[in-house]
């Protein structure tokens, strides 16, 4: 009796293995490793040779739809002005010349405001507001993400409905308070309402609830301070998120024009100044395509060099609740 059930178990066994090896033999067929795909994605791809090339084409597209407009913009600043309005247009520039350049240069030679003047503007507002930014709205976010008080879930809910207003329907309210403080046509006008942007205490308080609670209560323990636990603590760990806000407040400020605030043409941005240049009529089209491309440049650098910082996955020191 017992050989008859052993020998009943052993073909159980061999018939879950042969269909084992059939159902591995199949994945194999359907879905081949392929050097290719492993290439693509260091080792760890199961895809197709069909299906890696798929992935290639699309990226492909999607990567020359990004580019196009730079490849436009770049191309712009370097056409001569009969290339600029030819029908239609041309995507590459065919008789190069830095012509839009020097008569931007000339322009700015002569212009009673030095150039120099209005990057200095933009220079000062677009730090002072995006440093500020971030040092408020992370003090703002802490108390929110990692303590509980009355009140603090109505105020993250003020913060989220906060972000569907655009800046166009808080302009009056803005000039308005900026009127009543005595700071129309000061650069206080524009670095005080960058401080109060929903954007960065809603990002620092998502980011910062991911920081474990261990951290803080580990340094709270031990006598330190909220401003200790504060900088020492939870800043270096939620690094990626505040020079993401960073990039974006600086892009925001960057491209801001303080038409509505600063009256004084020495007070002026350099965007005030370039949209000036672009009102002048179709004779300034070159020197308007050589500031844009000027324009375009420095966010651009800024991103470059930060991007490492901002796809950085947060680090939690390995810490588990």
């Known amino acids: 009796m017992a050989k008859a059930e052993k020998e009943k178990l052993t073909r159980n066994q061999r018939k879950i293995a042969r269909i084992r090896r059939k159902a591995e033999r199949a994945q194999r067929k359907g879905r081949p490793r392929t050097r290719f795909g492993k290439a693509l994605t260091k080792g760890r791809s199961n895809r197709t040779v069909r299906g890696s090339i798929a992935l290639l084409i699309n990226l492909f597209l999607f990567a020359l739809l990004m580019v196009f407009p730079v490849v436009f913009l770049v191309s712009n600043a370097f056409k001569p002005i009969n290339e600029l309005f030819i029908f239609p247009p041309k995507l590459f520039v065919i008789n190069p010349t830095l012509d839009n350049f ?6 700015l030679s002569n212009s009673l405001v030095p150039f120099t003047r209005y990057l200095f503007n933009t220079l000062l507002i677009v730090l002072l507001g995006s440093i500020g930014h971030i040092l408020l709205s992370s003090m703002a976010a802490f108390p929110l993400a990692k303590f509980r008080f009355p009140g603090a879930k109505t105020l993250s ?10 800046a166009a329907v808080t302009a009056v309210p803005n000039y308005i308070i900026m009127s009543r403080l005595g700071l129309v046509d000061t650069y206080w006008a524009i ?6 942007m929903s954007l960065g205490l809603f990002l620092m308080k998502n980011f910062m609830e991911q920081v474990p ?17 504060l900088w020492r603590i939870v800043m270096p ?7 993401t806000l960073f990039i974006v407040s600086f892009q925001t400020l960057w491209g801001n024009t303080a038409g509505n605030f600063i009256y004084t043409e020495s007070m002026k941005p350099l ?3 370039l949209s000036q240049i672009a009102g002048s009529g179709v004779a ?7 500031t844009s491309l000027i324009m375009f440049i420095v966010p ?10 901002v796809l950085e996955t947060m680090s939690t020191s390995g810490i588990k609740e």
Do not use: C
């Open 102 to 107: 020097t008569d931007l240069f000339d322009l």
């Open 157 to 166: 809910n003020i913060v989220t409905l906060s972000l569907m207003f655009t």
């Open 191 to 196: 670095i005080l309402p960058a401080f109060s």
């Open 213 to 229: 609670d261990a951290l803080v209560d580990a340094a709270q323990i031990d006598g330190a301070t909220y401003f200790t636990m």
């Open 237 to 243: 760990a939620v690094k990626p998120a505040w020079i």
């Open 271 to 273: 965007p005030a100044m």
């Open 284 to 290: 300034r089209a070159g020197v308007v395509a050589a």
């Open 300 to 309: 651009v650098v800024v991103f470059t060099v930060s991007q490492s910082n």
